[in-house]
């Protein structure tokens, strides 16, 4: 067997597994959530918060956490398709909360901006 013959094609596969590692190196996605708490004030509809670092609710930050992964107290996940029950739709009942967010870069067809990508209530 004439060893020249494999040469060329294990040249051509190191080739490409190395241009495959490089592109999978740069294209992949990792987004490290940032962990905030504070207490959470639903609005009527229970898909957005104001969250508040204390239990003086006159300045917080809005949040969307319709279709996030929330745990209640009892630390049960559940997917986003109901939203956070722990959280409700009172608006005059503020619940402690702890939110994973991360920063979602504008492009054409997505608006940029923080989003919560998982809540749990801390009873």
């Known amino acids: 067997m004439n060893k020249h013959r494999l040469v060329a094609p294990a040249a051509v596969g190191l080739v490409a597994a190395v241009a495959f590692g490089i592109w999978?190196?740069?294209t992949?996605?990792?987004a490290v959530p940032d962990v905030v708490e504070g207490w959470?004030?639903?609005?009527m509809t229970g898909t957005a918060i104001s969250l508040h670092d204390s239990d003086?609710?006159?300045?917080?930050n809005g949040y969307i956490i319709?279709?996030?992964w929330w745990a209640g107290s009892d630390n049960m996940w559940h997917d986003g398709a109901q939203g956070p029950t722990c959280v409700g739709a009172d608006t005059n009942t503020k619940t402690r909360v702890q939110l994973g967010i991360v920063d979602v870069e504008p492009r054409e067809d997505v608006i940029g901006g923080p989003r919560v990508i998982w809540l749990r209530c801390l009873g």
Do not use: E, K, L, Q
């Not at 959470?40 to 609005?43: C, D, R, S, T």
């Open 24 to 26: 999978w190196f740069t």
């Open 28 to 30: 992949r996605h990792i």
């Open 40 to 43: 959470a004030v639903p609005n």
């Open 56 to 60: 003086d609710t006159r300045d917080g």
């Open 66 to 68: 319709a279709g996030a």
